[in-house]
């Protein structure tokens, strides 16, 4: 048995000492005389038994035995703790502390020190017995046996806990609600045994939507919630909704069946919606059950605004999915003029939705596209349409003109991108400095290498790469170092609407002569009046398009007054 001994009187560690050796069974003493050394000893070497004295020189007994229980290393260590007096107050104090007993030094003796130390271990033993069941019990009341997951009780606490610390941090919190559809159906047909697997499949396809830090309870048959903490904004739950909704779309393989279960899902905010936890339960299953009367299979805010923006969003989505680009897109094209005497030079094709219900424009559907990963077909359904247009006007009426086609930053991440476009060039007969790819500052902002060697291959292919809505973004000096870019073209919020803009008139002024000054061509976009017009010119902008010439229109619309009427001008 080892044996560390704290105390600083010699005396008294001279008495245990003796009634130590006075004892057959064989041991090994260690002795120091303050708390500090026991501790940093402990921390070396493991021991059976810590005697401690209580009055010790700087850290007193007490508070060494508390610092030791608070370690988790301790490992099977008995405490027994002596004192100078037998005061009951202090004998009660020290098991509380973590000693499991406490002894007099008066009463030091062979045999009193040796029943000491035993009932200390065996009561250590006991204690250590009776914490692995508190925490099998405690884990019993807190999981779900079936799944695993956090139950009901374990839930309504860490939502409240939950609750407390968001009111610090001022983020938002979102409580999901979800409730598997037709889930009793499946346990009629197939039995409960086959429903209990379903519901574990479930749940593992759920947590893998998730990051793991979020609290993902199962309150009791087919219903489930999530706390999802620190949001920037509520909309970010739908984000995690969306994923899950997806990632149940496909059946799964349950006991040989092929079994489809789709789940609806209500998602209330804190502190936007609710104050407190009974509350936000209450509006997230309000929410819950209008989206399973909407037909299941969804999501609903509890909040109409919330929900007005995301309904709009998500039915875009679903017509977007639905959408054939054939059908239901049309490009439209604005003409680009000459800064200096007005002629044509070009075209930016504008894609338009005239096939959806919505009214949606392209400011609106393409981020929509962009994220549920539809914009890459929609893309590509440009590119071939605007270089066949281009091809025919090219043909038809003059060899210059050239075609803007704006590009999403996603699409440049598809690295057969390239060779799409330089095939569609070679199929219509269009030379590849005809074509300008519109790029924005997120899509250079990315730095990914993929991106990177996207752009250089656009610009080895002999394509125009120009900065779209410069003067927006970052409007790094960078970017137009590092990036084989030809044009800015300066967003339309910069142009001053008339001469008092003294700001505006000084930021366009200084985008355009550092753009002229590192070589880049300039298209001014959004002129509508004669005075952006001719402040163009005062700037040498090169190129200029805007409502003041033409509104983007449809291809006959275009080819009727700026091409054929120019002809035969
Ligand atoms: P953008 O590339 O900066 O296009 C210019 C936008 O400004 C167009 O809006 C155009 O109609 C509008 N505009 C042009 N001149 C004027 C003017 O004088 N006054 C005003 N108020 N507006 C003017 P549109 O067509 O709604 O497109 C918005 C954005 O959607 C585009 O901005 C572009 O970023 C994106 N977009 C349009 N078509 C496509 C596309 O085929 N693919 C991708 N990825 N994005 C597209
Ligand atoms: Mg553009
Ligand atoms: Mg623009």
Redesign the pocket.
């Known amino acids: 048995m080892k044996i560390l001994l704290v105390d600083d009187d010699l005396v008294d560690r001279e008495a245990v000492r003796r009634a130590l050796k006075a004892q057959t069974e064989e041991k090994e003493l260690i002795e120091v005389s303050s708390a500090e050394e026991g501790l940093e000893i402990t921390n070396k070497d493991t021991f059976d038994v810590v005697l401690v004295d209580y009055r010790l020189p700087q850290i007193n007994g007490l508070e060494m035995i508390a610092r030791l229980r608070r370690r988790p290393n301790l490992g099977n260590t008995a405490i027994v703790m002596m004192s100078a007096n037998d005061d009951e107050q202090l004998a009660l104090l020290c098991l509380q502390a973590g000693a499991q007993d406490f002894i007099p030094k008066t009463e030091i003796t062979a045999t009193k020190l040796r029943r000491a130390i035993a009932q200390a271990q065996k009561r250590f033993e006991l204690e250590c017995k009776l914490y692995d069941s508190y925490c099998r019990v405690r884990e019993m009341a807190e999981t779900d046996a079936l799944t695993g997951l956090a139950n009901r009780y374990h839930f309504e606490r860490e939502l409240a806990t939950s609750i407390t610390e968001n009111v610090r941090q001022e983020k938002q919190l979102a409580l999901l609600l979800l409730d598997l559809d037709h889930f009793k159906n499946i346990n009629d047909t197939y039995g409960h045994e086959t429903g209990d697997n379903l519901l574990k499949t479930v749940v593992k396809k759920i947590s893998d939507c998730l990051r793991g830090e979020e609290t993902f309870a199962r309150l009791g048959g087919d219903e489930f919630a999530i706390i999802l903490k620190n949001l920037e904004h509520g909309t970010e739950a739908q984000l995690v909704a969306r994923r899950i909704i997806k990632s149940l779309e496909k059946s799964m393989m349950v006991d040989g069946q092929n079994l489809q279960s789709g789940v609806s899902i209500g998602i209330a905010l804190h502190p936007a919606n609710a104050e407190n936890a009974e509350e936000l339960t209450r509006f997230a299953d309000i929410a819950m059950y209008r989206a399973k009367s909407q037909g299941r299979n969804r999501l609903c805010y509890f909040e109409d605004v919330m929900q007005q923006q995301f309904s709009r969003s998500f039915q875009i989505e679903l017509e977007l999915k639905s959408a054939s680009h054939d059908e239901n897109f049309e490009l439209y094209y604005q003409p680009i003029v000459r800064g200096m005497n007005q002629k044509l030079v070009g075209f930016e094709a504008l894609i338009r939705w005239p096939g959806s219900k919505l009214e949606s424009y392209p400011s609106e559907f393409i981020p929509i596209a962009e994220q549920c990963g539809l914009i890459n077909g929609i893309g590509k359904w440009v590119i071939k349409t605007a270089i066949e247009q281009l091809s025919i006007w090219q043909k038809q009426f003059d060899r210059n003109l050239s075609m803007g086609i704006n590009l999403s930053p996603i699409q440049l991440a598809d690295n057969q991108l390239t060779k799409y476009i330089s095939h569609n060039l070679d199929y219509y007969d269009v030379v590849p400095e005809s074509l300008v790819i519109e790029l924005t500052e997120t899509a250079l902002f990315s730095e990914s290498e993929q991106n990177k060697s996207q752009i250089d291959e656009l610009d080895k292919l002999g394509c125009k790469l120009a900065l ?2 410069f003067g927006t973004g970052f409007s790094s000096l960078s970017h137009l170092v590092n990036y084989p870019i030809d044009i800015v ?1 300066l ?1 339309r919020s910069l142009l001053p609407e008339s001469p008092e803009h003294q700001r505006h008139l000084s930021i366009v002024r200084g985008l355009a002569e550092m753009a002229h000054t590192v070589g880049l061509k300039v298209i001014a ?1 959004g002129v509508e009046t004669s005075f952006q017009l001719l402040l163009c010119k005062d700037l040498k902008i090169e190129e200029i398009q805007g409502y003041y010439f033409e509104k983007p229109k449809s291809a006959t619309g275009i080819q009727a007054k700026w091409l054929e009427k120019a002809t035969t001008d």
Do not use: G, L, Q, R
Request: charged share 100%.
């Open positions: 779209d809505d073209k967003d976009e």
